[in-house]
């Protein structure tokens, strides 16, 4: 496109996904521009493993993960809200960083690559018509071929647009808050732990510098039923789980206050709403407990990057592409997004948790294959 506000593709939102698309994008001669709200580097909330499913990819975008000297995590640890636990060998593993680190390396190589990258910008709107989306900012407007949206767990547009997951009544897959600190702690960092409590479960692991992420999530009702307290909330019901009383009595915790987010919703959500493409969360998130979500956005965005790359080539028509990714993304992750809601359905009441760690203990084969049904293979 011509005008110096017109691009071939515009993406609100510089998360994983947005940036992993935009870097594919640019080094196929696209021009890009990714709108991000925050000034990088910043911390979000999230649990911060990946699986290694996507180790090849983001070294093949450019990150130096083997000179990082990341903490590889083998083996897994789930507790129940009584304590009983399970410990087991990851089948693939993954590896521990903060959105912090990868999220801003990320923005310097899709710079270095030719990506316009608005820190600071907020987009306000998106409308699609007469093939050309115009993408409103508060910082000015802008027009793109394509526009893609990869704007996290629930955002300003998902709530403009009335998308239908903000309308479902609360249940327990979509009225969900999460919170984050980093802590200095004394775990092994080969293990990550999902340790459960009632309505929620709080997944800890290292991460680059010796640090740890302890991430957890919990219905909105816990909050409301502890004074919208989150430390009444960790004393009087998180920490009724040993695992969780010992690791919230003993570690540093190294924010002021913790990272939060609320209304997160885990219902099932469209890839494709009037010509504007959804990556990353906004496509769809993986429930609790079955982890990956970063490994799942940045596999989407290579999904996207060969749709959109065939369409601009003039090789299929937009509703071609549109329905290409819808498919592509259902059958890359359809199967593991039905997997980890069955999982969520048993992690609810704490004797039902009980009862499926005590009853899965002796199956270790079984576990491992949970393990893989809520993970992918490298890509």
């Known amino acids: 496109m011509n005008s110096s506000n017109a691009y071939d593709v515009a993406i609100a939102g510089g998360g994983l996904a947005g940036l992993a698309l935009s870097i594919q994008l640019a080094r196929a001669g696209y021009t890009v521009i990714v709108f991000e709200k925050e000034h990088y580097p910043f911390h979000k909330v999230c649990g911060e493993y990946i699986s290694l499913e996507s180790w090849n990819f983001l070294e093949e975008l450019g990150l130096p993960l083997s000179d990082w000297g990341l903490p590889v995590i083998k083996r897994v640890l789930v507790s129940a809200p009584n304590g009983e636990s399970i410990e087991q060998e990851l089948p693939l593993g993954g590896f521990g960083i903060s959105r912090y680190k990868i999220d801003a390396a990320l923005a310097d190589i899709a710079r270095d ?35 893609c949206i990869s704007t996290g767990k629930r955002s300003n547009l998902d709530i403009k647009w009335r998308r239908p997951f903000t309308r479902k009544r609360s249940d327990k897959l979509n009225n969900y808050i999460a919170v984050k600190y980093h802590v200095q702690t004394d775990l092994p960092a080969d293990l990550i732990g999902l340790h459960n409590f009632k309505d929620g479960y709080c997944g800890i692991s290292r991460i680059e510098d010796g640090r740890y992420c302890l991430c957890y999530m919990t219905t909105a009702a816990n909050l409301q039923a502890n004074g919208n307290s989150i430390p009444d909330m960790e004393r009087n019901i998180l920490s009724r789980n040993p695992y969780l009383s010992g690791i919230f009595s003993s570690a540093v915790k190294l924010f002021e206050s913790p990272l939060t ?11 494709v709403e009037n010509h504007l493409l959804f990556i990353g969360d906004g496509a769809g998130m993986i429930p609790p407990l079955s982890g990956n979500g970063m490994s799942m956005a940045l596999h989407g965005s290579k999904i996207a990057f060969r749709c959109m790359d065939t369409f601009l ?15 592509q993304w259902a059958r890359q992750f359809g199967r593991r997004l039905w997997a980890g809601r069955q999982l969520q359905r048993w992690f609810g009441s704490e004797k039902r948790t009980n009862l499926l760690i005590h009853s899965l203990k002796p199956f270790p084969k079984l576990v491992s294959f949970l393990i893989r049904q809520t993970h992918g293979q490298p890509f």
């Open 113 to 147: 690559c030719g990506v316009v990258v608005k820190e600071g910008v907020k987009v306000i709107d998106i409308a699609f018509g007469r093939a050309i989306a115009d993408v409103r900012t508060d910082a000015g407007e802008y027009k793109a071929s394509i526009a």
């Open 261 to 271: 987010i609320s209304q997160i919703s885990f219902e099932r959500r469209s890839r």
């Open 313 to 327: 080539k003039g090789q299929i028509a937009r509703h071609e592409m549109e329905q290409e990714y819808e498919d």
